[in-house]
């Protein structure tokens, strides 16, 4: 979890909101957790994506694969043991990923 609380406070310098990080049902076959945030719009959301690949890949860590970076509204960026998503408000609303993770261990990160 140590490389999620890296990409929020990554997501933080970008000036995200609503930071969470979901440390999820061990066996859950997914990830370990996720890291949600959100961006006010488009240009917001690529900005933060691309501040956490930076600082992850100078921690030696790249992601596997990425989503969504055309349409700029959800994008989603695969490590493996974890996954970074990051929203538009509209997006993050639509989808609720919280809720429907409802079961993970649930942190808020701010400043």
Same mark, same amino acid.
Request: aromatic content about 10%.
């Given at each position: 979890?140590?490389?999620?609380?890296a990409?929020?406070?990554? !997501?933080?310098?970008?000036?995200? #909101?609503?930071?969470?990080? @979901? +440390?999820? $049902?061990?066996?859950?076959? %997914?990830?370990?957790?996720?890291?949600?945030?959100?961006?006010r719009?488009?240009?917001q959301?690529? !900005?933060?994506?691309?501040?956490? #690949?930076?600082?992850?890949? @100078? +921690?030696? $860590?790249?992601?596997?694969? %990425?989503?969504?970076?055309?349409?700029?509204?959800?994008?989603?960026?695969?490590?493996?043991?974890?996954?970074?998503?990051?929203?538009?408000?509209?997006?993050?609303?639509?989808?609720?990923?919280?809720?429907?993770?409802?079961?993970?261990?649930?942190?808020?990160?701010?400043?």
């Amino acid at each position: 979890m140590e490389f999620c609380q890296a990409a929020a406070r990554a !997501a933080l310098a970008k000036q995200a #909101e609503d930071v969470v990080v @979901l +440390e999820l $049902v061990e066996g859950s076959g %997914l990830a370990d957790g996720f890291v949600i945030a959100t961006g006010r719009n488009q240009r917001q959301v690529v !900005a933060i994506i691309d501040e956490i #690949e930076e600082k992850l890949r @100078l +921690e030696g $860590v790249k992601p596997r694969h %990425l989503e969504g970076y055309p349409r700029r509204e959800w994008i989603l960026m695969d490590y493996g043991p974890f996954v970074i998503h990051v929203f538009t408000p509209k997006s993050r609303e639509f989808y609720d990923l919280e809720r429907l993770w409802g079961g993970a261990r649930r942190e808020e990160v701010k400043d």
